[in-house]
């Protein structure tokens, strides 16, 4: 989707904190704010999800922009196991619909 | 258990063929999806079935036609395969059509057009 923009890649170093941004600038008042994660020769694999509210799970927290043009995506310790691509994209009665992705290294 | 799965893993096939994916979810979901992901890894949704019936249908060639037997099956059917249909295709299904249902992916069928 190209109203849904991420840095092509990122990368961070082992046990540290990665936030990984994502714009939507153009998103409806009722698309949900999703991201995904592609491990190599992978289907995408749900991470988190939300609408306005900050939300917090075992794999990631999101943080939601209070106008809802942006979020990030935030990963409290990253370990090598979480180098993938993250997607993020908007969910609407049409689906799913993704930004190009960002390349999350991680360095030992 | 998988949750949903596709097959075949991967499909080598010449130009001109007609070809079939076949995709199974064991979730109950009601909805079901295919995502084309091309070389530049650009995910993109061709199409969705909910209850058997056919709510999104993006600009997708008419070459490529979704059949669902029941809830549990979305097959994609792609008759005269050309080049630039080499891809990896995804299945994926949720429990609904809402924004809010988070969708689980298949494995992914590689298919190589030559």
């Known amino acids: 989707d190209a109203k849904t923009t991420q840095p092509n890649s990122m990368e961070s170093n082992e046990e540290e904190p990665v936030h990984l941004p994502c714009n939507h600038s153009?998103?409806?008042?009722?698309?949900?704010i999703h991201w995904y994660r592609q491990l190599p020769s992978q289907g995408p694999e749900y991470v988190i999800h939300?609408?306005?509210s900050n939300v917090n799970n075992r794999m990631a927290s999101l943080a939601i922009a209070e106008d809802r043009k942006s979020s990030t995506l935030i990963l409290h310790r990253a370990t090598l196991r979480d180098a993938a691509v993250y997607y993020c994209g908007r969910g609407g009665a049409d689906g799913l619909t993704f930004g190009k992705g960002t390349h999350l290294i991680i360095q030992p | 258990d998988t949750a949903v799965s596709q097959t075949p893993k991967y499909l080598v096939t010449q130009m001109g063929n007609d070809k079939s994916i076949k995709c199974e979810q064991n979730l109950g979901h009601d909805t079901m999806y295919w995502y084309k992901q091309d070389s530049k890894k650009f995910l993109k949704i061709m199409f969705s079935?909910?209850?058997?019936?056919?709510?999104i249908n993006e600009t997708v060639p008419n070459r490529f036609s979704p059949k669902s037997p029941d809830k549990a099956h979305l097959n994609l059917h792609i008759n005269s395969l050309e080049l630039g249909d080499s891809a990896v295709y995804f299945c994926a299904s949720s429990q609904e059509t809402s924004g809010r249902s988070m969708k689980f992916f298949g494995p992914g069928t590689r298919l190589t057009v030559l």
């Open positions: 079935y909910n209850n058997k019936e056919l709510i």
């Open positions: 939300g609408l306005t």
């Open positions: 153009t998103i409806s008042g009722t698309d949900y």
